[in-house]
Nanobody, 123 residues
Framework: QVQLVESGGGLVQAGGSLRLSCAAS????????MGWFRQAPGKGREFVAA???????TYGDSVKGRFTISRDNAKNTVYLQMNSLKPEDTAVYFC?????????????????WGQGTQVTVSS
């Protein structure tokens, strides 16, 4: 059974930083692409970042230059380092996993999802 468990969310002031973690189990982690999406109240799920099992990365336009995705295959964990946070980054952040190598920005292509972690950025 695949499980993705996010952690690291919380309340932070604008300009601050947070690091999210997603621990994966039940899948061959080093052969899966991993991604982060977010969803703000009343909005659809937005692509944030993704990393292939080989380490290739891609980012959503709204986070480029501020967020960094990384993975530790020995720990079956993917991270999202978020710097220079803005109030508009406030959302529930979800971890996703997919066995393919294409880093899709559309959420429908991702097979497995975590429960999400809340990030709130105050102005």
């Amino acid at each position: 059974q695949v499980q993705l468990v996010e952690s690291g969310g919380g309340l932070v002031q604008a300009g601050g930083s947070l690091r999210l973690s997603c621990a994966a189990s039940g899948l061959p982690f080093n052969r899966y692409s991993m991604g982060w999406f977010r969803q703000a109240p009343g909005k659809g799920r937005e692509f944030v970042a993704a990393i292939s099992w080989r380490g290739a990365t891609t980012y959503g336009d709204s986070v480029k230059g501020r967020f960094t995705i990384s993975r530790d295959n020995a720990k079956n964990t993917v991270y999202l380092q978020m710097n220079s946070l803005k109030p508009e980054d406030t959302a529930v952040y979800f971890c996703a996993a997919d066995p393919g190598t294409t880093l899709y920005s559309q959420s429908r292509h991702w097979n497995y999802w975590g429960q999400g972690t809340q990030v709130t950025v105050s102005s």
